[in-house]
T-cell receptor, first 116, second 115 residues
């Protein structure tokens, strides 16, 4: 079964700290991987998209890496700010046997709190 | 450019009633996805439409149904509502079913409360 796992479930860090969020997936045959941010009661905001052929993507203070062989992705947040407090979700689009892409499968998320 | 829009923002129904949720994708996007996010639970995949066709369906009972219109907007219908259907229903769109990016963009969701 194709699954996505995120550890830790919750994380609290002081402002200014660099941090890493982890995402693991059970099947290395993926089409792409996407990181999202969700504020309480709100929709999802796309942060970074990594294609299967890529190793990493960067946007501002965010950097996401992809290691298909080990089934892992990390989201690195530099110089964290209180405004970064949110739930971060990792989602994987696996490849089906037919070679086409499956639906997006989500991890359960990491709830991040950045304190002053 | 407008993002994915969903309506209504909030909907309150009683058990046994029907609910209809609507989604308008980003202009030019042909694929629409529906996800359910119940309180304290992760996102559960409901339905995926592309070019008017249902491409995939999650593990939900048949009382969850939907359709995609010729203008690519979509509707999710939930019949015979149960208390556990209370959740945030999220719609997403992507540029194409199978293409160079496949990036999904989400709306703000419709919160359904079943009393």
């Amino acid at each position: 079964k194709q699954e996505v796992t995120q550890i830790p479930a919750a994380l609290s860090v002081p402002e200014g700290e660099n941090l890493v969020l982890n995402c693991s997936f059970t099947d290395s045959a993926i089409y792409n991987l996407q990181w999202f941010r969700q504020d309480p009661g709100k929709g999802l905001t796309s942060l970074l998209l990594i294609q299967s052929s890529q190793r990493e993507q960067t946007s501002g203070r965010l950097n996401a890496s992809l290691d298909k062989s080990s089934g892992r992705s990390t989201l690195y947040i530099a110089a964290s700010q209180p405004g970064d407090s949110a739930t971060y979700l990792c989602a994987v689009r696996f490849l089906k046997n037919t070679g086409t892409a499956s639906k997006l499968t989500f991890g359960t998320g990491t709830r991040l709190q950045v304190t002053l | 450019e407008a993002g994915v829009t969903q309506s209504p923002t909030h909907l309150i129904k009683t058990r046994g009633q029907q609910a209809t949720l609507r989604c308008s994708p980003i202009s030019g996007h042909t694929s629409v996805y529906w996800y359910q996010q119940a309180l304290g639970l992760g996102l559960q995949f409901l339905l995926w439409y592309d070019e008017g066709e249902e491409r995939n369906r999650g593990n939900f009972p048949p009382r969850f149904s939907g359709r995609q219109f010729p203008n690519y907007s979509s509707e999710l219908n939930v019949n015979a509502l149960e208390l556990e259907d209370s959740a945030l229903y999220l719609c997403a769109s992507s540029l194409e079913f199978w293409g160079p990016t496949g990036e999904l963009f989400f709306g703000e969701g419709s919160r359904l409360t079943v009393l």
